[in-house]
């Protein structure tokens, strides 16, 4: 019986599986060189972390490995149920947090490897926020887990945006969008006409898969041929500068506002002119969560800062027995 002992969190609703201990070797060298032996050697990792039976298209995988450079902390890998992803927000924030709960990180900041790029995790202190005290009535079981800092910001790899106003034909209708890389490759579209609510779900999912499906039957990827595989579609909202629906590779929608998607869509404002170095922009997700954003520019580069919060929700052990017909996850 093999045991993977993992912690879950949920960042503005969107779950990460935190695995602290790769259980093989992955060897030395880069994040993306153990992402690649990971990649060709124990891809029944990631299904058996978050596949059915165990979990489901939702969830975000976090492995955390050994950084080469050693400027940082910390290497992580991102998966799903589908792949890898180059960088998640909401996920590096779900890392952090559930490393504060652990007591593996302090508040401040720490620098951490990603297939994409380094980035730099700021973990806020918790005087004068609401919400962290523990309610009056509230029994705990076991470990008080009320105390932990879990707000976190996640300055990213530079954005940018790639097109500007591509046209796209879904089912008779032609709506336009940008290209824009946040650490994954993201469609930005306005013009669709579909309210962006949970009452609307299915319609929005069906529309943002089809429009990923005309993206690849005409030829329209990221730099260097890269598959645009997350879509946005955004619409306005009495809470936030913006709310939007994010469509991930395995079909599932982001629950949080989408880190990587945030800093996609900071870099397109910032190109057309709306958005300001250092303005706060807030994003809200379908869900109803907010992220908080803003740019830097440093040189001719475009620096996304994501800010939100992240709740530990379960640990447990994943046992993995190998008699079972699943157990390697469908
Ligand atoms: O927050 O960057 C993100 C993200 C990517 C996919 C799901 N969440």
Redesign the pocket.
Known sequence: MKRIPFLDSH?GG?PTRLIETPPFDLGTGSVVEKLSRLKKEHDDFRTTVLNEPRGSDVL?GALLVEPADPTCQFGVI?F?NVGY?G???????GLIASLAYRGRVAEGMVRVETPVGVVEATLHGMSGRAGVERPQNHRIIGNDISAYPNRVSVKNIPAYRYLTHIPVTVAGKTIHGDVAW???WFFLVHDHGLDVTMQNIEILQNFAWSVREQLAANGITGKNGAEID?IELFASTPDANSKSF?L??GRAY?R????????AKLACLYADGKLQAGQLWKQQSVVGSIFEGSVQVEGEEIIPT?TGEAWVMAEGVILVDERDPFGKGF
């Open positions: 960042t969107e975000v991102f799903n992803l960088m998640c927000g909401h996920g590096t924030i946040g650490g994954n997350h994010v991930c590779p982001d949080s506002p989408c880190g990587t998607g945030t800093s994501i």
